[in-house]
């Protein structure tokens, strides 16, 4: 008996000491592009006979399944990317684009000895090189809807006071659907499903659910940090798994008149915002984090003047990028200031550290931008300032403006950065209001994405389904008020 409890300490004690080991050696040889030795190390004490904690397990099932996600995100071969890019640019010849492989204008990553690109290389190439960008072949038309969301900041400005930032509401129809692909999941399995929607935020309500395709739908609290409609249905044989939800709301417009000389002081203990002024999953105090905010805040004290330093460097020196899962990367703020182009979350993360590292309360908000003709998953920002509490700061619209928005005039561009430093359009569908959060009820397998939830989420069994198996769509409709 003794000697039985002895082995059994001596397993657990392997485990616990050599998983780091194992971790390491497996980012060491990802980093080499020597992806199938890392998954054989990953994979050798979940078969062989490892004493092994669940989440000891978790974590290394995840870093197992996270190679497979890199390899979907570099999947473009250099043949069939120069293809794409002969097809959309102007004149390109193949010692151009040899040029700009050596110039690192694409993201690439070699794995198992070949060469992979981003499947977004093309597109990727007219964000963050106007150059470029100008010698597109049929260019998207966005005057109009650039037009629009000038005008509709302008008027929400025109309509917000001091005493009532929330206005103009606008009510909405909602549709979400799920669709999970054929023959994913054995037949008669049952499928579990998450799909967002709208969390109740002072700008945020009325929510309502009209219809549900699963005979039993879970609603989340309406002030979860994550709130998702929970559903279950049973796989058939050659059909696909649909999970359809509908639901009513309200949103409102809001800006906030800003004055740097009305700011009070806050309470670094308030249980209410303590916490999102701590590090945590992608915000992290780095040094070349820490450098940057002590250049870009300087000896400035007052925090609404710190944070617009940092969202107009963000707004002028980051460019938009797709993006890798995030799911994928280490640390999401460090990596878009590492690169110095990234996606709207990303942008996002990166002034939420800064701001969080000056003691500035700041979360995450997410889900769509619901805007006529620019409808996409989206995120954004809320930082904390008394006396006005939480305000909306969107630094991918910041960009947008400054580098994106072609049609406007100068001083049109300027007004939208401007307004979404403490303003925000109604177009929204916010689920979140922090991320790497939890789910209710929570997952028992991998989530496809940990740090955001926007498309849903699927698994069955023990077993995440990922992306790749299932589409999403979210149809919205504006409901008008009978004159």
């Given at each position: 008996m003794k000697l039985k409890l002895v082995l059994t300490f001596i397993c657990f004690t392997l485990s616990l000491q050599g998983q780091e080991n194992i971790l390491r050696r497996a980012a060491q040889l990802e980093e080499e592009g020597k992806f199938k030795?890392?998954?054989t190390e990953l994979q050798k004490p979940l078969t062989e006979n490892y004493s092994l904690s669940s989440e000891e397990r978790k974590k290394l099932e995840f870093e197992v399944d996270r190679l497979e996600r890199i390899k979907q995100d570099y999947s473009m071969t250099k043949d069939r990317l120069y293809t794409q890019v002969e097809k959309s640019i102007k004149g390109v010849t193949p010692a151009e684009f040899e040029r700009?492989?050596?110039?690192?204008k694409f993201d690439i990553r070699t794995i198992d000895g070949s060469q992979y690109f981003i499947g977004v290389s093309r597109s990727n190439l007219f964000w963050r090189y106007p150059e470029i960008a100008a010698r597109r072949i049929n260019p998207p038309d966005e005057s109009a809807f650039e037009r629009a969301v000038w005008e509709s900041c302008v008027a929400i400005k025109k309509a917000s006071s001091n005493r009532e930032p929330y206005v103009?509401?606008?009510?909405?129809k909602t549709v979400m659907k799920v669709k999970l692909k054929a023959n994913v999941v054995p037949a008669g399995e049952t499928v579990r499903a998450w799909l967002p929607i709208p969390r109740k935020f002072a700008y945020q309500k009325d929510f309502q659910l009209v219809s549900s395709s699963a005979v039993s739908t879970a609603i989340a609290d309406e002030e979860s940090s994550i709130r998702s409609a929970y559903m279950e249905q049973q796989s058939a044989k050659d059909q696909p798994t649909e999970f359809k939800i509908e639901y009513t709301y309200s949103s409102l417009g809001i800006y906030f008149k800003l004055k740097e000389e009305e700011v009070l002081p806050l309470d670094p203990v308030d249980p209410a915002v303590r916490d999102?002024?701590?590090?945590g999953p992608h915000v992290v105090f780095t040094d070349k984090m820490k450098k940057l905010s002590d250049k870009l805040a300087g000896k400035e004290k007052n925090p609404l003047a710190k944070a617009r330093k940092f969202y107009d460097w963000i707004t002028e020196n980051i460019k938009y990028s797709y993006a890798l899962e995030y799911s994928t990367?280490?640390?999401?703020?460090?990596?878009?200031?590492?690169?110095m182009y990234g996606d709207c979350g990303q942008e996002a993360l990166l002034f939420i550290t800064l701001c969080r590292y000056n003691g500035i309360p700041a979360r995450w908000q997410s889900a769509w931008f619901t805007f006529p003709g620019g409808k996409t998953i989206h995120d954004w920002t809320?930082?904390?300032?008394?006396?006005?509490g939480w305000i909306p700061v969107d630094p991918y619209m910041g960009i947008f403006a400054v580098r994106y928005m072609n049609s406007l005039s100068k001083e049109q561009k300027e007004e939208v950065r401007q307004f979404y430093f403490g303003g925000l359009d109604q177009y929204r569908m916010s689920a979140n209001s922090d991320h790497n959060q939890v789910l209710d009820p929570p997952k028992r397998s991998l989530r496809s994405d940990n740090v955001d939830f926007?498309?849903?989420?699927l698994e069955y069994g023990e077993k995440n389904i990922y992306f790749d198996k299932y589409s999403y769509s979210l149809e919205i409709e504006e409901v008008k008020k009978q004159p």
């Open positions: 030795e890392a998954a700009w492989i050596a110039e690192g103009l509401p606008k009510s909405f999102f002024t701590q590090e990367i280490r640390n999401i703020g460090e990596y878009c200031l590492d690169k809320e930082i904390y300032v008394k006396p006005w926007q498309r849903g989420e």
